[in-house]
């Protein structure tokens, strides 16, 4: 256990958060207590006694980086971390590979950088110097930034939004998942009243949004292949005809596990504008896919991804993920070897996240004697059989606990990269989301961002969905977003 006193808790979240990173899975306890120091870590396990303490004085003054906190306040807590990172580095010997950065979006500091008009070396050198990045992250977060930049110009931001959809139905619920997910078969019976309440949400996005752009649409989840080939029909044919198509670069659905995909599904999908699905295996390991709760076989994957190119889909991406209970590296390579064998057009490879709600956490004495790993070599395979394949990195995000503090990163052939996914970690236009647990995010000039959640619970939206398209209409109304 860890336990941390502070005499300010208004960085409680970033000290948190970097302490997890280098101690994955120890318990951290939070006093808060009027001292000199601004913060004092009592590390239990090493014996070791961490104090660093911050003065006006030792401010660097030329952090210029604007990203919406004031800049005094981001560079007093930039500081403190860099203060801190030295001394955990210290008491542990070790460096992490991206420094002091903990969010979620580590490439919008790139591309801020980079949209103001810096050169490549001076972000480098700005990331290395305020965050401590290491040469790989920090090319590696240059390198996206770039390609996303040059993606994201086709985008009309002012006046162009995407709709999200969410079918938050599974046939099981995976080991790691923390997604909301409902067993679909027990919402059988109740699939039609759920797809009545999605359009709904899908008449008042008609209405509102009359006057803007539909750029992407994303249909996810869940799984939304638990809905049967009449639903898929349907839902897809809602959207294309409540909508002008005419400035869409992209429709996505997630068609995710292949125990939910049939040929009669995917008929259903190629009979409209879809122009990406997903088919995602995770592992390529018989005994994983087991252990992970995923009732259908390897060869399932394989037979699936043929008949979905023979239909003609020819933007397929496949998800991974690294770090699974009982897998090492020489599973890793052999699952891109199964990949390449494959070809598809995208790759989004993540590093396992425990989340507190996952049954992975909930039963963890089940687990914790398997392996967890993920490393930078485990990265680097994925990497390699990615540019391999013709790919590049186009987008990268990361998440709290996630096995080895690596990150997740989309790898996507020439002309096949996910806009969609950009926009979601850029937040660089609104998105509509629809369905429960779907959060929708408004982009307002100047770049501040709200929220309107949906309720998860699927009860509770099917009888508030007056209520959801209502906070729809406040977010969007009282100050023009898009
Ligand atoms: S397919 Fe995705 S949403 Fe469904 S149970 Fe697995 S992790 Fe959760």
């Not at 070791?48 to 919406?68: C, F, L, P």
């Not at 679909?184 to 699939?191: D, H, L, T």
């Not at 898929?232 to 996505?252: A, K, P, V």
């Not at 186009?394 to 926009?423: F, H, S, T, W």
Request: proline share 4%; charged share 30%.
């Amino acid at each position: 256990m860890i336990r941390l006193i502070l005499n300010d808790t208004s960085f409680e979240y970033d000290i948190r958060g970097l302490l997890m990173a280098f101690y994955p899975g120890e318990e951290i306890t939070v006093k808060e207590e009027p001292a000199d120091r601004i913060v004092e870590a009592d590390l239990t396990e090493s014996g070791q006694r961490i104090t660093v303490s911050y003065s006006d004085n030792s401010r660097d003054k030329t952090e210029q980086y604007a990203s919406g906190v004031p800049a005094e306040r981001q560079q007093q807590k930039n500081q403190l971390k860099r203060l801190l990172y030295e001394a955990l580095s210290k008491d542990t010997g070790r460096q992490l590979p991206w420094g002091t950065l903990t969010g979620i979006r580590p490439t919008k500091i790139p591309m801020g950088l980079l949209e103001q008009g810096a050169r490549e070396e001076e972000t480098a050198r700005y990331m290395q110097e305020t965050y401590l990045t290491g040469p790989e992250k920090t090319a590696l977060s240059i390198e996206i930034a770039k390609r996303e930049m040059g993606l994201l110009k086709q985008l009309d931001y002012e006046n162009g939004y995407s709709l999200y959809v969410g079918i938050p139905f599974c046939p099981t619920t995976c080991l790691y998942c923390s997604f909301t997910s409902n067993p679909a078969g027990a919402w059988m019976p109740r699939m039609e009243e759920y797809l009545e309440a999605v359009f709904q949400e899908i008449d008042y996005v008609k209405e509102a949004f009359r006057d803007k752009k539909l750029n992407t649409v994303y249909i996810g989840g869940g799984t939304p292949t638990t809905l049967t080939a009449g639903q898929l029909d349907r839902l897809l044919g809602r959207i294309e005809e409540s909508f002008s198509l005419e400035h869409l670069l992209e429709f996505t659905v997630e068609a995710g596990r292949p125990d939910s995909i049939t040929a009669e599904k995917l008929e259903a999908v190629r009979r409209h504008r879809v122009s990406r699905i997903s088919i995602n295996p995770q592992t390529m390991k018989q005994e994983t896919l087991k252990i992970i709760g995923r009732h259908h076989t390897v060869e399932d994957i394989v037979d699936v991804f043929h008949m979905a190119r023979a239909m003609g889909f020819d933007n397929i991406n496949m998800d991974l993920i690294l770090g699974l209970p009982g897998e090492g590296t020489e599973d890793v390579r052999r699952t891109m070897e199964e990949l390449k064998k494959l070809k598809p057009d995208n790759i989004t490879v993540h590093s396992l996240a425990i989340k507190r709600a996952s049954r992975l956490n909930l039963l963890w004495e089940q687990y914790e004697h398997m392996d967890m790993v993920n490393n930078q070599e485990q990265m680097k395979i994925t990497e390699n059989a990615a540019r391999e394949l013709g790919m590049s990195p186009y987008y990268l995000y990361r998440q709290k606990n996630m096995a080895g503090n690596l990150e997740n990163v989309g790898y996507a052939l020439p002309g096949k990269a996910g806009i969609y996914n950009i926009l979601i970690m850029e937040e660089k236009q609104s998105i509509v989301a629809l369905g429960a647990g779907s959060i929708t995010k408004a982009v307002y000039p100047g770049g501040r961002i709200e929220r309107a959640d949906n309720v998860k619970d699927v009860n509770q939206y099917l009888q508030r969905i007056d209520e959801m398209i209502e906070r729809k209409r406040r977010l969007f109304d009282g100050e023009r977003a898009l």
